[in-house]
């Protein structure tokens, strides 16, 4: 089982041929996801990395049979992208692109409603299934094979996480890292929700950090749905108010939003909240051993 | 990106948003001009005086060692002069500045919009900005104007009003008369306060702004509906196809570290403590920063030097940090997954040596790809750098350096 992705995927790269494109699927390919192609316009007709370029999204699901796309698509043109892959019904869009301006995001999230599609994203690490496929920028080797679930805003404290829970002698199912964005796809509360409805998952982490609502969000939604346990940390504990911590979304704008807000709320719904990020995988694996 | 209230204004206008009127000036005589002209545009012998800074609340701020406001209405040219003087080049203090307070480098001299006639004037409230739950953006506004709206929020919530705008047809027209009659306007400034909100969204929209607030929002004597201030923040991700907007950019108003910091891609803000970090990812680094407290220091910075940690970034990171004399100690936290950590620990070691005089503890912590190789590099470079592996070990060594 696990989530969202598993060796069954095939995977579409969207903004293939550019470097990051192609830099990043090679390693996803190494990892031994089954890439399907990719799509750059102007380019399609072509072959990239022993493998077909199409010149519109439509046109390589029809000929690849691809029911998951990546984007790496610069911030200008990345949200034309998610609507496109959206248009030729893919499934699951994976959208890397950093720096999306907030009023295309409106726009590309209200195009999604009514689609079949999810969007993770963007400004995410994106998603990978320990040891089948990997739709992301993740360092493989980090996501050892296990039975917890990693749901993170964060992309290098994702990466601790898995580390952590390894190391903790646990591993890892699915992480997914849903961005840093104002707005973005899929919300902490559901990647929470798709964990809990996961036979192979035994935990989630769950990680969040300052500004917005989705983590109060999702530790409400647990208290009365949760039935594994969730360890829960929030990045900027420290952050001053006002201030925008690298991520767009990282931002103090009321009381509600604080690490401290949304730190009681979660310990409230009954999920375990560490205080230190170097506890979160030895915390996991007291609760999962008792 | 913040922009000042005359900046603020002026793009308002292109949109035919009215707003109060004025001459921005960075002299006292230039004041005195601007006062003498706008007497003859309007034939009012009032004007107010405005410093132009970043930040809220500069009607109760005083300029530092002075009673003078930071707003302030005059009613001759003498005056308005002496109220500039008192101004321009002083430091002002507000509630949003802090104690530092900030320079006034321009002031706006403004129209007197509290002229008589035949109806008694209003101040409301409106602002525009993204509400994150909904993907939509919300128009918030309220008839308590001219206050601290969030001091609105708390004592009187039913007094402030939201109107969501749908993203695919934008603002309606229905949406614009309803909050002019929650307003509880009604002939002349009723129609002008509808064409105000229709314009004023199409600003928000045609901006790329994140945040646009009109406090107070103000009907006139004569059923006028105006912007008597406005406060304005772009989106930074849309500055690229706003070329002009970019150029609005006043980077005195910024902490010149911070601004050193771009120039190198670094993403850095200026804290108080007495541990600086360098951490690759803006989760990780506010992760870094809470575990920097727990150990008994506090943060002296956030600065997330992103995905390509290498010897150019990692001293460029290191000369920022150390400008500032409180830092005690620096802890280098680098999650290696694509960048491998033996190169980042090389960039240690040679910025290190570049640079020569650093008298504070480093802790570098290096996890990931080649993460053994990189603890074995430091530790042979004969340099006064104690490494770590797990996260814990870092917070400990921390520890050990501020107590």
Redesign the interface.
Known sequence: MSILVNKQSKILVQGFTGTEGTFHAT?MIEYGTNVVGGVTPNKGGTLHLDRPVFNTVAEAVKETGANVSIIFVP??FASDAIMEAANAGIELVVCITE?????????A??YLQGTKTRLIGPNCPGVITAGECKVG???G??FKKGKIGIV?????????AS??VA?AGLGVSTAVGIG?D??IGTTTREALEMFMNDPETEGVVM?G?????MEA?AARWYKENGKKPVVG?I??????PG????????IVG?AEDT?AAKMKIMQECGITVV?????IGVTMAKIIKK | MNLHEYQAKELLKKYNVPVQEGIPVDRADAAEEAYKNLKVQFGNNFAVVKAQIHAGGRGKGKIQGTEQRGVAVGKSAEEIKTIASNILGGTLVTIQTGAAGKVVNKVLVAQDVYYPGPNPVKEFYLSILLDRSKGQNVIMYSTEGGMDIEEVAHNTPDKIFKEWVHPSGGLQPFQARKIAFNLGLKGEAFKNCVKFVINLYNAYVGLDCAMLEINPLFKTADEKIIAVDCKMNLDDNALMRHPELEALRDISEEDPTEVEAGKYNLNFVKLDGNVGCMVNGAGLAMATMDMIKLSGGEPANFLDVGGTANATTVEAGFRIILKDPKVKAILINIFGGIVRCDRVAQGVIDAYKSIGNITVPIIVRLQGTNAEEAKKLIEESGLKVQSAILLSEAAALVNKAVA
């Open positions: 390693q911030p200008a720096g999306i301006p907030v009023q295309d995001m409106v726009k999230k209200l920028i993740m360092p080797f980090v993170s805003k964060s992309g290098t404290l994702t990466y601790e580390d952590q190391k840093g104002p707005i990680i950090e300052i500004g917005g609502g969000e940390f990045a900027g504990q420290t952050a001053p201030r925008r911590m690298g991520h767009a979304g990282a009321g690490a205080s230190s990020p170097a506890d």
